[in-house]
């Protein structure tokens, strides 16, 4: 959703007629995991890429119909020769769509070109050279668009074509529109990614855990990034020379900050590398891909899920977090992390069943990290370490001035400072109306561990190896002597992160 560094606007014949096309598919957005968050970011970026667009004489049709339907049926209006699109690493269903738009290309002679939008390698052969292509893709040159010579309609016969699709969705979203979720289009994203590499990015690594704090200290790019509004090659490359203005300047803080941008950077290698997972096996949508966990935590407790969903958990942490999703649409990942520890380890529920939900609230939901931080954090993959998380001690810990929990859950005002975080232990409790615990968290965690430690030792050595061979990342950080790939997975893939809170 951009028309910077778009390889499609590049390479297009500026004497083809081109017409741009974005489907709001009503058998994709009806999946559980979709939401208005997510159409709302879309629906607001596509508005303003229409404007752009327009300026190369490439008219954009906002449809809300199947892809599939619409393709036939804009072929009997306009001769189509060449269908250009971004390689997508979507849910299950986005790439049965794909699927079936690429058997139809077929069947109707229509070229059909795919490119690459970030370091998501398309049918990769191993893991061994992902890194190097990573790299060289990040380090390549931007693109910048082509002009249009000849438009394949007027801007009025567009404005006619579009013209019952567009009052759909504004009449929707009067009605529905929240006003705390991160703000559309491109030339925001570059303004956000400036102010971050200037300034913010200097206090990054000292605020990304905290739950309040990071609101304003995170870069808050992920749905810019998610959606392609940016693409990652330009953070990239715009991190790097900031990177290295501030190696001129001979100052701790130019120092901090420079330490600070080299976790930003791990960050977004992270982001292209856990899409990996996905891209190379799109069934972590539904299955543990460590099958030897199929057979523990089974049962869903849809009222214990329905308490936690309505902020009714009794744990401050946990019902603060829930309403800061609601409301903005954003939390750090460490909370992420804690969610699903809490849901997944603690409460014992399949991650099936709540990943979808959650995504919901996530506007910067993208499936390729999504579910595979899912199983990394209930612990299914069989070779990452397993992580359970106290979120009273974390609250403890975290926000320790409670701004966070104060912030959503303001009902807990009149709680004393020492009680905040476990307000079921105040003699003044009983008055509050706020629920009890949902679970005992010190034993509930310590069931959890016993059973998710020797559930991941018994699986079959030779099992780990095949998953650690598919998936697990090959960079290599502190001690050079072991290089087993066992061990790169275990140091890049769990250790970093720790390392990170
Ligand atoms: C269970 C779970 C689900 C998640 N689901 C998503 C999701 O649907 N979409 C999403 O963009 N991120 C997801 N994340 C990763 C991470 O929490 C968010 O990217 C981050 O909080 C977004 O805020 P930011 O842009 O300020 O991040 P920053 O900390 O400023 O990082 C910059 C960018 O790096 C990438 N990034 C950061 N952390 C990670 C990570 N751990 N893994 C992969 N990429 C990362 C993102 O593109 C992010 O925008 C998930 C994490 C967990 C634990």
Known sequence: ????????LTTLDPEVPTLGVYFFEPKIMSLPDYSDFHLQFIYESLLLLQRSFMKLWIPLLLLPYNALEWFKKLQEYFDISHIYSHEETGNWGTYQRDLRVLFYCKKSEIKITEYGTNGVVRRLKSRDSWNKIWNERMMQKIYYPVQIQKPVITPLELCNISKNTKNKYKEYFLKNWNKNIQKWWEFTGIKILENFLETKSSKYMYNISKPFESQSWCSRLSPYITYGCLSLKIVIQATENRRTELSKLWTDTAKNHRKSLQYFVSRLHWQSHFIQKLEDEPEMEFRNLNKDFDAIRQEIDAQLIEKVFTSRSGIPYIDALIRQLQQTGWCNFRSRAILVSFLCNTCMQPWQAIAPRIAQLFTDYEPGIHYPQFQMQAGTT?????????????????????????TFL???????????????????FKDLGYPEPLVDIKSANKIAKDLLWTTKWNILKSDKEKIVKKHASRVFHGNRKKKSIRNASLRSGNENQIALF
């Open 1 to 8: 959703m951009r028309i910077h560094d778009n390889q499609i």
């Open 382 to 406: 069989g070779i990452n370490t397993i992580r359970i998380y106290n979120p009273v001690y974390n609250g403890k810990q975290k926000d320790p001035e409670w701004r966070f929990i104060y």
């Open 410 to 428: 303001p009902e807990l005002k009149s709680v004393p400072v020492k009680y905040i975080h476990e307000p079921h232990l105040w003699e003044g």
